[in-house]
């Protein structure tokens, strides 16, 4: 079993910096329409999911909503496969049939990329479920953004986890919006993580730009749940740097607040972090930027030159034996 | 008449029905300060105030069960939804509420609410956001449904949907929001009744009965046809639900000969119900049996090739029509 504090935080600070270059450069493919349908970027909330990885195993289960990119990446899926289903094509994480809002990867404990706000959270319960079922000591990590918390989904999974005991972290990945809608405009409570008191379930806060904090935090709970399974709640927060999608200018809010996110960048400040400490030097920042962009511009050129899934397979993923009704 | 978008039609059907009603609110998610996902809303909370459009958090299940109990008191509410996909999330209010509260309660309580919304697929938006809910409503006895394909229609059959006694689905469509067509002046009023098709091309050789999406599609595949010496009538169903039998079988009638284009699955899909209903009643009418073009049995899958075969098309409607003519 790899312990935590052994994840390599330069590591970290590369799967960061490979999020970052990935997700700019989705951007850029989709206005060049080589990506299609919807596409929500990550871009600014990179600490959360790298700082939750970063506490776990690779066979602990992570389950996520549409904004997806980083938590399969996060998850060891190739910036290849990535790129390929963003393009549609057969090499994608989901062959090119889910698309940005469907990343799936079954061998790396992926388990979606789920489009409907709230519906993948009792998915998400069900997993921690057959964690306890087969006596493991696995964990499930549950990410979902603040305009889940007001669905009926979300309130039902988190009863059920409390009620059967199970080994879930609910991440809640504040970005104090949903499209348009802020957080003070959709929720009655004064903060999120008061919504896990109501099911008895443990909550704290946790800075989503700093990533030694996510990671301490989570690692922590995680640490208590491997010993007796247990629900958990952490509401992370963070910020979108982009719009909800591409299409949307995000003119609800202001310059001067995306500023002062900026301004507080989690790349920079684990950068920053391990400058100080005399873990990383500038050489070698630029070292793994230039790698992480070379990744990128080489899925893309992986992702067009990939074929699509051939027609007459059409009807093969309807049911699992292929057979047409 | 003027040329005004189909999303600018909506926009002044529920300017007018909020003018005129006090009792009719707007709710959904982004309706108000966003203006609507898709700008249907654009406006109105400008207009209106926040009293009457309202935002509402990712609570489907809630807002529309809201609704439902609002109606039950006797206010009007026109419920969006972002898209038809998410009102599954809300399936049981609008499947089990919505409809049910009439018969239930020996008709104490009638249900005048307006659900509304983009339907049907889009654009690559994948398995998840690209149903074509017609099918699941329409086997719910209680509700209406009505599928406007145009900016007329859709003025038209909203203000009728928002004016009923019951709960009406008003089916929109992504793709159909920004195209423009003839409609009367805001000063005549509009109101185009549910149960109603209209023909929208006239034709002798073969009827091609659509509605929603599938109209321009037919439409188009009309003006190919004509080419090949193949006239073409098309019919627009504009309501799935009540389903207006009459102009179906009077151009049954004419032509002899059937092609049903829709947007939903085969299975069991509207299509599948027209049919039976032809065949019924206007057996002998017929030449050829009754084809349908419709998407493909399986969930929607992101690749755009794919996702293109899997929809209905030109070819696949050519085809059809080729077919049921013996061409
Ligand atoms: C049931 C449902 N309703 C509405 C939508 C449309 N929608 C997609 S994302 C979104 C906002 C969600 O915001 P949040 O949960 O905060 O996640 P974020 O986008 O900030 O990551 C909405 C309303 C949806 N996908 N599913
Ligand atoms: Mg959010």
């Known amino acids: 079993m790899q312990s935590v504090e052994q994840r390599d935080e330069v590591e970290m600070l590369s799967l960061m910096l490979l999020i970052r270059r990935f997700e700019e450069r989705a951007s850029q493919q989709y206005q060049a329409q080589k990506i299609g349908g919807f596409c929500h970027l990550y871009i600014g909330q990179e600490a959360v999911v790298a700082g939750a990885i970063a506490a776990v195993r690779d066979d602990d289960y992570v389950i996520t909503a549409y904004r997806d990119h980083a938590h399969a990446l996060a998850r060891g899926t190739s910036a290849d496969a990535c790129m390929a289903e963003l393009f549609g094509k057969e090499a994608g994480c989901s062959r090119g049939l889910g698309g940005s809002m469907h990343f799936f990867n079954r061998q790396n404990h992926m388990y979606g990329g789920h489009a409907i706000v709230g519906a993948h959270v009792p998915l998400a319960v069900g997993l921690a479920f057959a964690i306890k079922y087969r006596g493991e000591d696995r964990v499930t990590l549950c990410f979902f953004g603040d305009g889940a918390i007001n669905q009926g989904s979300f309130h039902e999974a988190l009863n059920l986890a409390a009620l059967f005991k199970l080994p879930i972290v609910f991440i809640c990945e504040n970005n104090l919006f949903a499209m348009g809608t802020s957080v003070k405009r959709s929720t009655s409570l004064k903060q999120i993580v008061d919504r896990a008191e109501g099911y008895d379930i443990p909550g704290e806060i946790v800075d989503g730009m700093n990533f030694r904090e996510v990671r301490d935090k989570i690692a922590e709970i995680v640490h208590s749940i491997r010993k007796e399974p247990h629900p958990a709640f952490v509401e992370i927060r963070t910020y979108r740097y982009r719009g909800h999608s591409m299409s949307d200018p995000a003119s609800y809010r202001t310059k001067q607040e995306l500023e002062k996110y900026r301004l507080d960048d989690p790349i920079t400040r684990l950068r920053a972090q391990l400058t100080r400490e005399g873990k990383l030097t500038n050489e070698q920042f630029d070292q793994i930027d230039k790698h992480a962009k070379e990744t990128v511009l080489a899925s893309v050129k992986f992702a067009e030159k990939s074929p699509e899934l051939p027609l007459d397979k059409l009807y093969d993923y309807t049911y699992a034996n292929g057979a047409k009704p | ?327």
């Open chain 2, 1 to 327: 008449m003027r040329e005004i978008t189909y999303r600018q039609a909506l926009n002044e059907a529920l300017a007018e029905e909020l003018e005129r009603d006090p009792d009719v609110f707007l709710m959904g998610e982004e309706v108000a300060e966003y203006n609507g996902a898709y700008k249907v809303s654009q406006g109105l909370l400008e207009r209106f105030g926040p009293r009457r459009i309202i935002d509402t958090p990712i609570s489907e299940n809630g807002f529309a069960g809201l609704g439902v109990g609002a109606a039950m008191v006797g206010l009007r509410p026109i419920i969006e939804f972002m898209t038809f996909s998410f009102s599954l999330v809300a399936f049981d209010q609008v499947v089990n509420n919505a409809p049910n509260m009439f018969t239930m309660s020996g008709g104490q309580f009638n249900i005048p609410i307006t659900f509304r919304g983009p339907n049907g697929p889009a654009h690559q938006l994948g398995a998840t956001h690209s149903h074509a809910t017609e099918p699941l409503y329409a086997n719910s006895p209680g509700l209406k449904i009505c599928t406007p394909a145009t900016p007329r229609d859709a003025k038209g059959l909203l203000k009728t949907a928002v004016r009923d006694n019951n709960p009406v689905l008003v089916l929109e469509a992504e793709l159909l929001y920004s195209s423009k067509g003839m409609v009367e002046p805001p000063d005549e009023e509009l109101l185009i009744p549910l149960g109603r098709a209209e023909v929208k091309r006239e034709g002798s050789d073969v009827s091609i009965i659509c509605y929603a999406q599938t109209v321009r599609l037919a439409l188009a595949t009309a003006a190919k046809l004509e080419e090949e010496d193949i006239s073409a009538e098309i019919v627009d169903l504009r309501s799935i639900k009540p389903l207006d039998e009459k102009a179906i079988f009077d151009s049954v009638a004419k032509t002899h000969r059937v092609v049903i284009v829709e947007q939903d699955r085969p299975f069991c899909g509207v299509g599948a119900e027209v049919c039976y209903r032809i065949q019924k009643n206007v057996f002998d009418e017929l030449d050829a049996p009754i084809l349908r073009v419709s998407q493909e049995d399986v969930p929607m899958p992101y690749n755009e090739r794919l996702e293109k075969a899997v929809l209905p098309n030109a070819d696949k409607l050519i085809a059809a029509v080729k077919k049921v003519c013996y061409a």
